[in-house]
């Protein structure tokens, strides 16, 4: 419903800006609403490898994930576009100011997303096993949740690690903090988003903040606690 000069004219409102580059909203003329991500550390694979990995998780179908919905190529910039969830991201939820949201977030309403991540993962993790992605999401954590009006998850950010430059992914991907990756010679695989997982989920029971940081150890952090 929309193309590349329609996104360009739209209406943009920046969001947020973590590791993977800046994130906006952009309302296009007709009112429809996405979320476009620049993206500068996506230079691992070339344009072709590039632009098959793109359609392959634009293909990708399951309630607990949020495929981008389109992509733009250039050398030194790439942009991803996502549908646009109001409700924001679990990161948000759980430790952001504490509006109504938070307080919806009962026991039953945390098991509810706590088991739709790991159903959005489980599936990532069968549909590209025959892919050879060695790391099927790569980068799960609370702030890759979106949460519809119901509080039914949906992962993103997932399976870029093939298309981003390896000093960056160990920068930034949270698949790299695992304890098996600390170190010069750690490599993720899909045990480490098993590890994510099971931050993920103490950080939604605990409320604790995952600093996440290697070598980090200490109480006030849950990584390392």
Request: net charge positive; aromatic share 8%; with cysteine.
């Amino acid at each position: 419903v929309f193309g590349l000069t329609d996104l360009m004219k739209a209406a943009a409102q920046m969001i947020g800006s973590g590791g993977l580059g800046s994130a906006y909203k952009a309302v296009m003329a007709n009112g429809v609403a996405v979320v476009v991500k620049r993206a500068r550390d996506m230079n691992r694979a070339t344009r072709v490898a590039f632009e098959a990995e793109m359609k392959r998780l634009g293909g990708i179908r399951h309630a607990n994930l949020l495929p981008p919905l389109a992509y733009h190529y250039r050398k030194d910039e790439k942009l991803l576009v996502y549908e646009y969830i109001p409700k924001g991201n679990l990161l948000y939820v759980l430790h952001g100011d504490r509006s109504v949201d938070y307080a919806a977030l009962d026991w039953p309403t945390r098991l509810k997303v706590t088991a739709g991540v790991a159903r959005g993962a489980a599936f990532l993790h069968a549909e590209l096993a025959a892919a050879g992605h060695d790391v099927p999401h790569g980068n799960l954590k609370s702030s890759n949740v979106l949460l519809d009006g119901t509080f039914q998850p949906a992962l993103s950010d997932y399976a870029l690690v093939p298309v981003l430059t390896a000093t960056h992914a160990a920068q930034v991907m949270m698949a790299y903090k695992a304890p098996e990756c600390v170190g010069s010679h750690g490599k993720p695989s899909r045990k480490s988003d098993v590890w994510s997982l099971g931050i993920l989920t103490l950080e939604v029971l605990t409320g604790k903040f995952p600093a996440c940081r290697q070598g980090r150890q200490g109480t006030n952090d849950l990584a390392g606690w």
